[in-house]
């Protein structure tokens, strides 16, 4: 009874997030595809590092929360109680930090402070 219940609580979310999930995989799909056609005219449509490319900018974009991507206290049942909505927070600092570090390598950062 348990597992149903929570899969009927989720059901609403499923169709949203699999739609969300869809089109982050168009998108870098259609991205890494436009980026390496420069490079090679004839890529076949079901290359395997369009693909790959294509699944790791929806894990690194869309947060997907499966217990191996929690750290150890997380992973625990008191930790998943306490840590209820930490991965989102934790993930996205990940990302804005993994942004920052790149756009600062590619020299796209100022050191200016804007005063709002």
């Known amino acids: 009874i348990n597992k149903a219940f929570i899969d009927g609580?989720?059901?609403?979310?499923?169709?949203?997030e699999r739609m969300l999930r869809r089109d982050s995989f168009i998108s870098h799909y259609l991205s890494a595809r436009e980026t390496l056609?420069?490079?090679?005219?004839?890529l076949a449509y079901d290359n395997p590092y369009l693909i790959r490319h294509a699944v790791k900018g929806v894990e690194?974009?869309?947060f997907l929360y499966h217990a191996s991507a929690r750290p150890a206290?997380?992973?625990t049942?008191?930790?998943k109680i306490f840590?209820?909505?930490m991965p989102f927070a934790w993930?996205?600092?990940?990302?804005?930090?993994?942004?920052?570090s790149r756009a600062k390598v590619h020299g796209q950062t100022t050191?200016?402070?804007n005063d709002f």
Request: aromatic share 16%; net charge positive.
């Open 9 to 16: 609580g989720a059901w609403f979310m499923r169709k949203s």
């Open 37 to 42: 056609s420069q490079i090679v005219p004839d």
């Open 60 to 62: 690194a974009t869309q």
């Open 73 to 75: 206290f997380s992973r």
């Open 77 to 79: 049942s008191t930790g």
């Open 83 to 85: 840590t209820r909505f």
């Open 91 to 100: 993930n996205s600092i990940k990302f804005r930090r993994q942004a920052w």
């Open 111 to 113: 050191t200016e402070t």
